[in-house]
C-alpha cells in the first residue's frame, strides 16, 4: 500500500510541477500549487517523514519532473569486487552518488571512485539503467534511474573520504551487510554473471 501512495504522489508532483510551468490563467495556477502542496502532504506521511528535505526537494523544481539520475561504478580486481562502507549506516555499496551537472555519466563515476575509494579510474562501459523502484526492496520517495559503468583502475591506493569509512575488494561468496537502498544482493550478482560472460549486453529497465 505504501508504494501505491508513494506512485500517488510522484504523478501529483508531477502533474502540478507540469502545470505551474506552463498555465497562464490564475485561477488554474492556484490549483495546480494545491496539487503540489497536496502532493507533499502525501509524501510527507509516508514512511519518508523528513519533511523539510521532501518540501525542499519539490519547491525548488520547476517545469516538468523527471527522474533523478545516479551513478554507480563497477571494478572488479581478480575476481573480485570494489565496494566502499557507507557512514551513514555502516554497509557496503558500489561506489557512486547523483549525477552532476556539467559532469557526464562516466565523469560522475571517476569521480565518486576517487572521492570514496581513494583510487583513480578509468571508465569501460555502461553495464545497466535501472529503474530503482523495480529493482530495490526498499520505496523511494521520487523516481529515480540508476546507472552502473565498468570502470578500471589505474592509480591511487584504497581509502575513505567524507560519506565512505573505507574501501575493499569482495568474493561473490563473500558479499558484506549491503546497503540496501544504495546496492542490492540481485544486482550485485548480475555484476558477477557479467564478468563471467563480458559479452553480455547491458541491462536495463
Not at 557512514?87 to 552518488?97: I, M, S
Not at 547523483?98 to 581513494?118: F, Q
Request: hydrophobic share 40%; charged share 25%.
Amino acid at each position: 500500500m505504501e508504494n501505491k501512495w508513494l506512485k500517488w504522489a510522484d504523478r501529483l508532483q508531477a502533474i502540478s510541477q507540469a502545470g505551474l510551468a506552463h498555465s497562464k490563467d490564475v485561477y488554474n495556477l492556484e490549483r495546480f500549487e494545491q496539487l503540489r502542496e497536496l502532493g507533499l502532504e502525501m509524501l510527507n506521511g509516508s514512511v519518508f517523514a523528513e519533511s523539510e528535505k521532501i518540501t525542499t526537494l519539490f519547491a525548488d523544481a520547476t517545469g516538468r519532473i523527471t527522474p533523478k539520475v545516479a551513478v554507480r561504478a563497477v571494478i572488479f580486481n581478480e575476481g573480485k569486487l570494489l565496494l566502499v562502507r557507507e557512514r551513514t549506516d555502516g554497509n557496503w555499496a558500489l561506489p557512486g552518488g547523483w549525477a552532476d551537472i556539467g559532469l557526464s555519466p562516466a565523469e560522475v563515476a571517476v569521480k565518486e571512485i576517487k572521492e570514496e575509494s581513494g583510487f583513480d579510474a578509468a571508465p569501460v562501459r555502461l553495464l545497466g539503467l535501472l529503474d530503482k523502484r523495480l529493482h530495490y526492496p526498499l520505496p523511494a520517495p521520487y523516481p529515480e534511474y540508476v546507472l552502473f559503468i565498468l570502470c578500471e583502475i589505474v592509480g591511487g591506493e584504497a581509502g575513505g573520504g567524507l560519506e565512505t569509512s573505507e574501501a575493499r575488494f569482495f568474493t561473490e561468496n563473500g558479499l558484506p551487510a549491503l546497503s540496501e537502498s544504495r546496492t542490492t544482493r540481485t544486482q550485485l550478482q548480475t555484476l558477477f554473471a557479467w564478468l563471467r560472460e563480458p559479452d553480455k549486453e547491458a541491462v536495463f529497465d
